[in-house]
């Protein structure tokens, strides 16, 4: 793109996730006139977007899909009728490496960047194989001037590295980088990119580099007011992503802890956040207690906050952070403790149902769910079978996630695990029911007549207690136990 003639018609984004995915189509929706390709290196992921089963879920993404990539929004698409509205195309999705990268004006990187698994402090460096990667394809295939995004999640100063990258791969030629980090949440992800609190632009501060973040900024114009849009340097924008998610798990951790303090003398941390919520300047958001936020988000963010700190020589800014996540695991150890407990320690013989096994409501995605180490602890102590419903996580990702639970010498481990589609199946006879996330058929189904029948030896349900304990960001608690008011 030269800045004579800034004009973006091709966009690439690589990495089909639960990012880039719904992304790309937002993007689409709203510049009819750009053409939006999403690449990825997983030729069964991308064979999933270009089906009618799209291989993640999230409210409101197949109208968005069928729109964008069909060209055309039907009520009922089998038959081709009750047509909506019809446009152009503009969103595809393809594995062609070379041909996409290579036709784009601006290349929005959504690649994933877990953490590294080991490290020598609290924190962890991120890994960043799968984003090297991506730049590697960039240097090989962008034409000259096409402007570089980070959408991923990345450690500070990462601009600045492909910015080196680049130039040591592609001499002579310059290309812009951008750092746009995303702050969707999975299960609200197309209302979140529709009306976003924000969107943030990082930039070199040097004038191509604000060229680059109008050319950006214009995209988003199309839907976003312009007041909305925040450009920054490239550093403040790589941190306040980290920030912006450290400070919310912070506020789960906080919660958390005074919910322990709660159990144990009587207050009701329910009546306690809201409390505290309704002070304009703590406000109610995120102060839910439950077992502990989950996802592949948040864990990794502080730990890489944490890592930044460290290396820094921030001692006690390190410590600080690296609490939050250590008060999340001990959460989810005391949520199966009490279970524990309850069963005077031996959960031989026992079924234990678990409504929900994604990190919260309206996802499927399994990745890093608390329910994972409530199982871990459950099946730890005791044998124990383990019921599990979700209406969205498919078995392959939830016998991924669980595959390391249970002791290493118990081959029995997967088979005391079993998955069903049906919730009250995953019920009948259960001597505990643990609601994992909010999804909204979770009260429904506990308050089915058919439940009492499921739970066929429950003397009574408390189900006042379920509601109250709904949380916001996954995690319930002990719904209801066989033969027993509740915990
Ligand atoms: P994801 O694992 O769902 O998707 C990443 C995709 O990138 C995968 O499909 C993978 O095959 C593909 N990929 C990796 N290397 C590639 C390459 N060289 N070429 C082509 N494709 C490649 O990850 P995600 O959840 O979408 O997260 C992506 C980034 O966004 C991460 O940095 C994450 O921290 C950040 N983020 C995630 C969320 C969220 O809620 N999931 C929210 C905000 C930000």
Request: charged share 20%.
């Amino acid at each position: 793109v030269s800045p004579e003639n800034p004009c973006i018609s091709r966009i690439c984004v690589i990495g089909a996730g639960y990012v880039g995915g719904p992304t790309a189509a937002v993007l689409a929706l709203h510049n009819p006139s750009v053409r939006v390709e999403v690449l990825d290196k997983d030729q069964g992921r991308i064979t999933r977007w270009n089906s009618g089963h799209l291989p993640i879920h999230e409210p409101g993404l197949n109208d968005i899909v069928r729109l964008t990539r069909d060209g055309a929004l039907t009520n009922d698409p089998a038959a081709g009728s009750n047509l909506i509205s019809r446009r152009d195309p503009n969103l595809f999705f393809t594995s062609d490496t070379a041909g996409s990268i290579g036709a784009a004006d601006m290349i929005l990187l959504a690649v994933n960047t877990p953490t590294k698994k080991s490290g020598v402090g609290a924190g962890r460096a991120t890994n960043m194989t799968a984003l090297d990667g991506a730049v590697k394809d960039v240097a090989l295939y962008a034409k000259a001037g096409a402007v570089i995004v980070e959408k991923s999640t990345v450690p500070c100063g990462t601009a600045q590295r492909i910015r080196q990258t680049l130039g040591s791969l592609r001499p002579g030629v310059s290309f812009e980088i951008l750092s746009n980090p995303e702050f969707l949440s999975e299960g609200t992800a197309i209302k979140d990119l529709l009306n976003p609190d924000r969107v943030i632009i990082g930039s070199a501060e040097s004038s191509s580099g604000q060229v680059a973040a109008d050319l950006l900024a214009n995209l988003y114009t199309a839907w976003i007011p312009r007041n909305q849009i925040l450009q920054i340097n490239a550093w403040s924008s790589e941190l306040s992503k980290l920030v912006a998610n450290a400070m919310l798990a912070q506020r789960i951790s906080s919660i958390n802890s005074i919910s322990a303090i709660c159990e144990a003398t009587g207050a009701n941390v329910n009546e306690v956040a809201k409390s505290i919520g309704l002070d304009a300047r703590i406000g109610p958001q995120f102060l839910k207690a439950g077992i502990g936020f989950g996802g592949s988000c948040f864990r990794k963010d502080i730990a890489s906050l944490t890592y930044l700190a460290e290396s820094l020589g921030l001692d006690e800014v390190a410590e600080y952070w690296s609490q939050v996540n250590s008060l999340n695991v001990s959460q989810r150890r005391r949520f199966a403790r009490r279970i524990l407990r309850r069963y005077n320690e031996n959960l031989a013989g026992k079924k234990i149902a678990m409504l929900g096994f994604a990190f919260k409501k309206n996802t499927g995605d399994a990745r890093e769910s608390p329910a994972v180490d409530v199982i871990k602890n459950l099946l730890d102590e005791q044998p124990a079978e383990i019921a599990i419903f979700d209406p969205y996580c498919n078995e392959e990702d939830i016998l991924r996630e669980i595959s390391n639970c249970g002791p290493a010498d118990d081959a029995s481990t997967p088979s005391r695990v079993k998955i069903y589609s049906d919730p009250y199946q995953a019920c009948a006879d259960a001597n505990a029911v643990l609601v994992i996330n909010d999804c909204d058929q979770f009260r429904n189904t506990m308050r089915e007549p058919r439940m009492d029948s499921a739970i066929a030896a429950a003397s009574k349900l408390d189900r006042t207690f379920s509601d109250e304990c709904i949380s916001e960001l996954g995690a319930l608690s002990l719904i209801s136990e066989r033969g027993s008011q509740s915990l």
